[in-house]
């Protein structure tokens, strides 16, 4: 806002001859002007010699107003219009006094109370007392801030003229219309003095006048300084996480304006499956913003699932929010799968078992900390593993490390079975954010069943009516267990041998020529099991003596026969 004061306009009348003829002039346009007395003001008459004085006049009151001070007695007339300067040029503001030259008047103003002391502007007026006819002559305007603060807008106009054609002045004059000059002066330093010099020449003779006015406005100005907060809102996330990583939520809300935000608080409704301590909202109170601050908030969160979660999050601070600041996460799950097989063919008891590991990658993010884990199975020991595989306890070992996507895997590791049936193992991989996976493998072992069958008569030969004992030996010889083992001996005829008795691991019934041995249920492998049976020699010759077993896993009959010599 802007507070202009603007002077009012004093006339300042000279002349260059007598004061009384520029009065005289004034007074045709204002009658209250027509001089009385010496000093051509109004007041009562007096007489004597004229002082050529140019008194201060506020003529809104048109009080009488002389300053004893401005009173200036003229130099010795002379026809010389030069600017010679006679008197030096002295003091400044409400001292100032211009250096005269010879042979000239000076009138001098304050205003705007006709007071030195307590007005704002001075004006000395300095003019020849004569110039000849036809001549330039040049007279002076001197112009002085008498305050301690500046004036603004100064200007200083030629109201009217008399006898007198202006032809030049310096500095130019800013206008020259409807018979008045006015030069802009600018403004003025505390008690600084600037003056005008003026030329012109009459064109008749008699008197040659010239009155001024000079006006002033200072500006009186008001600022409110213009502020525009500015709020801004930046979020950014985690690009791409596990299921199993915490995600990273970094709000930046910033001041870019030039007032304070108070209350900003920062808000994000997060995408489903998105939360932050349980919630699924977010409100953040920063508080107050200076002018190019900013304040950083990192919140955690985490996702239930796999998927894209993104929103957009905001800052407020009374009635200005600003435009939605998105980011977004991508959150993956890596997958493992395992299987587990064993070799092909039959698997037999005394052979070395493989089982195979398959291990797959099947999601499309790397698995990082690939661990595989194979237990052994009972009734086997540890021989030996591929890849770097390692045994410890009851169990095989691979450290797989990073499985990218859609990697494979594949190793085995190989036990000795310790007997026939079932070898079971459950293969296991587990990773970084992995859900562990189990595969299990069986392996039937079984066994090369055999048995053996030998016999020995004791003794040989035998003198008739002596007892020869019989020994059956039956050995498993074979992997597996054999069942159900029977033994049936002949006698090759009564008229020739006779049974006594028998002994073994199961009892033997005799029927005529035949004894029959009830089964031995189960023989393990490499079991012996041994039967007596006592005859005794009836009759002289070579007789034979036959003995049969099978199992259920031997169905073929094994056929011992023993020699034996009688005689007498």
Excluded at 417 to 443: M, N, Q, R, Y
Aim: charged fraction near 15%; glycine fraction near 8%.
């Amino acid at each position: 806002m802007t507070l202009k004061t603007v002077s009012r306009i004093v006339i300042l009348c000279a002349v260059a001859g007598t004061l009384q003829a520029c009065l005289n002039d004034r007074a045709d346009a204002d009658p209250s002007m027509k001089p009385r007395g010496t000093f051509g003001w109004p007041g009562p008459e007096t007489s004597g010699p004229a002082m050529n004085e140019t008194r201060t006049t506020n003529r809104t009151d048109r009080t009488d107003r002389t300053d004893r001070t401005d009173r200036t007695e003229p130099a010795k007339t002379s026809p010389n219009t030069s600017a010679k300067t006679d008197t030096a040029t002295a003091g400044r503001g409400p001292s100032y006094m211009p250096g005269m030259n010879s042979g000239w008047n000076r009138s001098r103003m304050a205003y705007p109370t006709g007071e030195i002391s307590t007005s704002a502007v001075m004006v000395d007026l300095l003019t020849p007392q004569t110039a000849r006819l036809g001549q330039n002559y040049e007279y002076q305007i001197h112009v002085t801030n008498l305050t301690n603060s500046a004036l603004q807008n100064v200007a200083v106009t030629n109201e009217s003229f008399q006898n007198l054609g202006v032809s030049s002045s310096n500095p130019v004059a800013a206008s020259n219309s409807g018979g008045k000059i006015m030069w802009n002066l600018g403004d003025f330093a505390a008690m600084e003095t600037k003056m005008i010099r003026v030329t012109g020449k009459a064109d008749k003779a008699g008197i040659s006048s010239n009155c001024l006015s000079v006006t002033y406005a200072n500006v009186l100005c008001g600022a409110v300084q213009i502020v525009e907060p500015k709020l801004e809102l930046t979020k950014a996330a985690t690009a791409e996480a596990l299921a199993c990583d915490m995600i990273t939520l970094t709000y930046v809300a910033s001041n870019k304006g030039t007032a304070a935000l108070d209350n900003v608080t920062i808000k994000d409704t997060l995408a489903n499956g998105l939360t932050v301590d349980g919630k699924n909202t977010v409100e953040i109170n920063v508080g107050t913003l200076a002018p190019g601050a900013t304040a950083e908030r990192k919140l955690t969160a985490r996702a239930a699932n796999v998927g894209s979660f993104a929103s957009p999050a905001t800052a407020s601070s009374g009635d200005l929010t600003t435009a939605p600041a998105t980011a977004g996460t991508i959150v993956k799950k890596p997958a493992l799968s395992v299987t587990c097989s064993t070799g092909e063919g039959r698997l037999i008891m005394g052979r070395d078992v493989a089982f195979n590991v398959v291990v797959k990658n099947t999601s499309d993010v790397a698995a990082a900390s690939s661990m595989v884990t194979a237990a052994l199975p009972a009734g086997a020991t540890f021989v030996s593993a591929t890849d770097g595989g390692t045994a410890s306890g009851n169990g095989v070992s691979w450290n797989l490390g990073s499985l990218a996507a859609g990697q494979e895997r594949s190793f085995s590791f190989m036990v000795r079975p310790s007997g026939t049936g079932s070898l079971k193992s459950a293969v296991s991989v587990s990773g970084t954010c992995v859900d562990a996976k189990t595969s299990e493998c069986i392996a039937d072992v079984v066994g090369i069943p055999a048995l053996l069958m030998t016999g020995i008569d004791e003794p040989d030969p035998i003198v008739v009516g002596s007892n020869v004992t019989y020994t059956i030996t039956l050995t498993n010889q074979g992997f597996v267990p054999l069942t159900n083992v029977k033994l049936v001996t002949t006698l090759e005829d009564a008229a020739s041998m006779k049974y006594i008795s028998s002994d073994g691991p199961t009892v033997g019934t005799s029927a005529g020529n035949v004894v029959n041995f009830a089964p031995i249920a189960t023989m393990a492998p490499k079991e012996v099991r041994s039967y007596r049976i006592v005859v005794q020699a009836l009759k002289e010759g070579q007789v034979s003596f036959k003995a049969e077993s099978n199992s259920t896993e031997i169905t073929r009959t094994l056929i011992k026969t023993e020699t034996t010599n009688f005689y007498k």
